[in-house]
């Protein structure tokens, strides 16, 4: 059995070509042989045409039923004494070449997206609400919001394994703006603890639940645009390797995601914050301005939320430069996500930083001032 749109060798009872993406007549009995094309015709170009009496199994057709879409005979060609692709092979030294002859034969948008689309194509049509119209190039109006549930759960690996990667790299960024910015407004512990960081989560899958399946439409349209421009014979192969869909795709954004979990708390120093006093493990009167007889509360969080040996240095800045003013070490459960403690504020008023280190790295940071009752004598 060969191909009826490109002409390569098919496994019996296929559904589709491997080669060109293009669905495959149903045969209706067994008695029909698969055959190679019978009866070429050699124009004058020295390229092969299927003659017009003959479908592409070499059947007559005048014997063939008239019981399909149109009464039109699937083994025959719609368009007679056309091109067909047709695949040669020269042999150059010990290496052979493929060729592949262009074909006359333009194909219609539904049957370029159906090529490009491959696996599923029937579950996109019904989506986007569009229908295969013989002899209509156009595929009519195409629908912005329909629900797709892969999109939904996976997103970034629904769009990867869709080869939407220009989609991905554009999540990739989104998120990367709003881990960046969370971090120099120091806000990053309180972000990824509090019901913000889901609601963000949540509101990027439904997006993409409900704008998946047109952003996929418009990829693929656009890839359609690119290869049908290109001056090649092998521009539908090559539409059809840019579509379809790729596990390693989906893989490798699974591996940044893996990737970023782990890393980020290496990249991002949490900070420290202030305050005048405690209550149920949180900081009450949250500033960063106190006088020389005030008790400073101050909080940081662990990377990963696993607690341990850590060491506290207090720095004062003087003239653009720090100096150690005092440390000390201390130790909590593996188990405590973060710590929240206390010290006497320095007596010398100025600006004081407060970095907490675990071995070598600092987690935390923060800085703090001291005033003269409250004024700032030291600006």
């Given at each position: 059995?060969?191909?009826?749109?490109?002409?390569?060798?098919?496994?019996?009872?296929?559904?589709?070509?491997?080669?060109?993406?293009?669905?495959?007549?149903?045969?209706?009995?067994?008695?029909?042989?698969?055959?190679?094309?019978?009866?070429?015709?050699?124009?004058?170009?020295?390229?092969?045409?299927?003659?017009?009496?003959?479908?592409?199994?070499?059947?007559?057709?005048?014997?063939?039923?008239?019981?399909?879409?149109?009464?039109?005979?699937?083994?025959?060609?719609?368009?007679?004494?056309?091109?067909?692709?047709?695949?040669?092979?020269?042999?150059?030294?010990?290496?052979?070449?493929?060729?592949?002859?262009?074909?006359?034969?333009?194909?219609?948008?539904?049957?370029?997206?159906?090529?490009?689309?491959?696996?599923?194509?029937?579950?996109?049509?019904?989506?986007?609400?569009?229908?295969?119209?013989?002899?209509?190039?156009?595929?009519?109006?195409?629908?912005?919001?329909?629900?797709?549930?892969?999109?939904?759960?996976?997103?970034?690996?629904?769009?990867?394994?869709?080869?939407?990667?220009?989609?991905?790299?554009?999540?990739?960024?989104?998120?990367?703006?709003?881990?960046?910015?969370?971090?120099?407004?120091?806000?990053?512990?309180?972000?990824?603890?509090?019901?913000?960081?889901?609601?963000?989560?949540?509101?990027?899958?439904?997006?993409?639940?409900?704008?998946?399946?047109?952003?996929?439409?418009?990829?693929?349209?656009?890839?359609?645009e690119k290869y049908r421009s290109q001056d090649s014979n092998y521009w539908i192969y090559q539409l059809k390797t840019k579509g379809s869909t790729s596990v390693v795709g989906a893989f490798l954004c699974l591996v940044y995601g893996v990737i970023n979990v782990f890393i980020q708390p290496f990249f991002i120093t949490e900070k420290v914050e202030f305050g005048h006093?405690?209550?149920?493990?949180?900081?009450?009167?949250?500033?960063?301005?106190?006088?020389?007889?005030?008790?400073?509360?101050?909080?940081?969080?662990?990377?990963?939320?696993?607690?341990?040996?850590?060491?506290?240095?207090?720095?004062?800045?003087?003239?653009?430069?720090?100096?150690?003013?005092?440390?000390?070490?201390?130790?909590?459960?593996?188990?405590?996500?973060?710590?929240?403690?206390?010290?006497?504020?320095?007596?010398?008023?100025?600006?004081?930083?407060?970095?907490?280190?675990?071995?070598?790295?600092?987690?935390?940071?923060?800085?703090?001032?001291?005033?003269?009752?409250?004024?700032?004598?030291?600006?």
């Amino acid at each position: 059995m060969f191909c009826f749109h490109c002409g390569h060798q098919l496994p019996k009872e296929a559904k589709f070509c491997p080669n060109c993406g293009i669905s495959q007549p149903i045969q209706k009995n067994n008695q029909e042989e698969d055959k190679p094309f019978n009866n070429p015709i050699e124009n004058d170009n020295g390229r092969e045409t299927v003659d017009s009496n003959t479908g592409l199994n070499g059947v007559d057709s005048s014997t063939q039923s008239a019981s399909h879409v149109g009464g039109q005979n699937p083994y025959q060609t719609p368009y007679p004494q056309q091109t067909i692709y047709s695949p040669i092979s020269e042999v150059q030294g010990q290496q052979q070449t493929n060729h592949y002859f262009s074909n006359s034969y333009i194909p219609t948008s539904f049957e370029l997206l159906q090529t490009f689309v491959g696996k599923n194509f029937h579950y996109f049509t019904r989506k986007w609400g569009i229908e295969q119209k013989v002899g209509d190039e156009q595929l009519g109006e195409v629908k912005k919001v329909s629900w797709n549930w892969a999109a939904f759960f996976l997103n970034v690996f629904w769009a990867g394994y869709r080869k939407m990667y220009g989609l991905v790299f554009l999540m990739v960024l989104f998120w990367l703006v709003i881990d960046l910015s969370i971090y120099f407004l120091g806000f990053g512990q309180w972000y990824y603890e509090s019901p913000y960081a889901n609601v963000v989560s949540l509101l990027t899958a439904i997006f993409m639940g409900l704008f998946g399946n047109y952003l996929y439409y418009l990829n693929a349209k656009k890839k359609i645009e690119k290869y049908r421009s290109q001056d090649s014979n092998y521009w539908i192969y090559q539409l059809k390797t840019k579509g379809s869909t790729s596990v390693v795709g989906a893989f490798l954004c699974l591996v940044y995601g893996v990737i970023n979990v782990f890393i980020q708390p290496f990249f991002i120093t949490e900070k420290v914050e202030f305050g005048h006093g405690e209550s149920g493990g949180y900081l009450v009167d949250v500033d960063d301005t106190f006088s020389v007889d005030d008790e400073i509360y101050f909080t940081f969080y662990f990377p990963f939320g696993i607690g341990g040996a850590y060491t506290i240095v207090i720095e004062q800045v003087e003239n653009d430069q720090s100096y150690i003013y005092d440390t000390w070490d201390d130790e909590v459960s593996a188990q405590w996500s973060g710590v929240i403690t206390s010290m006497w504020v320095p007596e010398e008023p100025g600006e004081y930083i407060v970095k907490v280190y675990m071995g070598d790295r600092v987690i935390a940071k923060g800085t703090f001032y001291i005033t003269f009752n409250g004024e700032n004598h030291y600006f």
